[in-house]
């Protein structure tokens, strides 16, 4: 059955340091998506992409940046990691450019920068 | 103010109850609407979506749209014990190739 993944689930790491979180997808998906969540934040959309070489800033995008060189994958990258950026991170996917489409969100990630 | 505001909860009913949520939008561009449902610990997952306003129903679930008032609601009918979840709304701008912009979303926890 198609998918979509998240590794690592759970990460600990220390300002300053850089972390990629990976995002992998076997719907053949165009469209991804990357979102973090906080309390009283809800989903906030960090970066996106909607094919291979495309990518697009959301709402939250600094300190972070993406990169797409395959319709599967999507990596996060925290370049220089910030305790403001302890978080829960979601990747989505959906097929094709129109609203309605549905987004399937990954298992998430759980970030914690000490 | 932001886009999209949701009623921040958490909410606790008895099961059997009807429950509703609620939320409102400054962006009138929207014509997309949708409800997603958040189990503890896993990822969002679609569970309804409209276009434009009017009602939607799917089982015990109905989604309603009032546009001049820039409102949407979520019903849930005869609730179950397994309802219990964060509901996030979403809403997308007509061609905006489905990037959505949510509610914070509201915790509901239904007693048995």
């Known amino acids: 059955d198609a998918e979509i993944t998240q590794s690592p689930r759970h990460k600990i790491t220390e300002t300053g340091r850089q972390v990629t979180l990976a995002c992998h997808q076997t719907?053949?998906?165009?469209?991804m998506f990357w979102y973090r969540q906080d309390l009283g934040h809800g989903l906030r959309l960090i970066h996106y992409s909607y094919g291979v070489q495309d990518t697009n800033k959301g709402e939250v995008s600094d300190g972070y940046s993406v990169s797409r060189s395959n319709t599967e994958d999507l990596p996060l990258t925290l370049e220089s990691a910030a305790s403001s950026q302890t978080s829960v991170y979601f990747c989505?996917?959906?097929?094709?450019?129109?609203?309605?489409?549905?987004?399937?969100f990954g298992p998430g990630t759980r970030l914690t920068v000490l | 103010q932001k886009e999209v505001e949701q009623d921040p909860g958490p909410l606790s009913v008895p099961e059997g109850a009807i429950v509703s949520l609620n939320c409102t939008y400054s962006n009138s561009a929207f014509q997309y609407f949708m409800w997603y449902r958040q189990y503890s610990r896993k990822g969002p997952e679609l569970l309804m979506y409209t276009y434009s306003s009017g009602n939607k129903e799917d089982g015990r679930f109905t989604a309603q749209v009032d546009k001049s008032s820039k409102y949407i609601s979520l019903f849930i009918r005869d609730s179950q014990p397994s309802d219990s979840a964060t509901y996030l709304c979403a809403m997308s701008v007509r061609g905006a190739n489905s990037k959505l912009t949510f509610g914070k979303g509201i915790t509901l926890s239904v007693r048995p």
């Open positions: 989505a996917s959906s097929e094709s450019g129109i609203p309605t489409d549905t987004q399937y």
């Open positions: 719907w053949n998906h165009n469209n």
